[in-house]
Nanobody, 124 residues
């Protein structure tokens, strides 16, 4: 199996940017699609973005397109989520996840491996 550890969260002012990282260990990272999800207080976990094993294809929550960018570096066993123009509504715990399904999806139950999450707080 693969182990995932997120980093890069923190406190940022509205309009600012953060880059989250997801370091993978264990089995070969390039065997897995990778996704980012987030969960705000009192809300259900929601899909943010996903990227295919090779990084060729990406998939975003429609409302986040243009502000968030998902990427990966398989040579470094690391995935990334660049977040720009942040708003207080982006405040949440952000999780990276890995899936060995044939297709990469936005469905959280398709992802079997999860990190512990990293807190992102955006102040007004």
């Amino acid at each position: 199996q693969v182990q995932l550890v997120e980093s890069g969260g923190g406190l940022v002012q509205a309009g600012g940017s953060l880059r989250l990282s997801c370091a993978a260990s264990g089995r070969t990272f390039s065997n897995y699609h990778m996704g980012w999800f987030r969960q705000a207080p009192g809300k259900e976990r929601e899909f943010v973005a996903a990227i295919s094993r090779t990084g060729i294809a990406q998939y975003y929550q429609d409302s986040l397109k243009g502000r968030f960018t998902i990427s990966r570096d398989n040579a470094k066993n690391t995935g990334y989520l660049q977040m720009n123009s942040l708003t207080p509504e982006d405040t949440a715990v952000y999780y990276c996840a890995a899936s060995d399904r044939y297709y990469f999806t936005k469905i959280s139950t398709d992802y079997y491996y999860w990190g512990q999450g990293t807190q992102v707080t955006v102040s007004a």
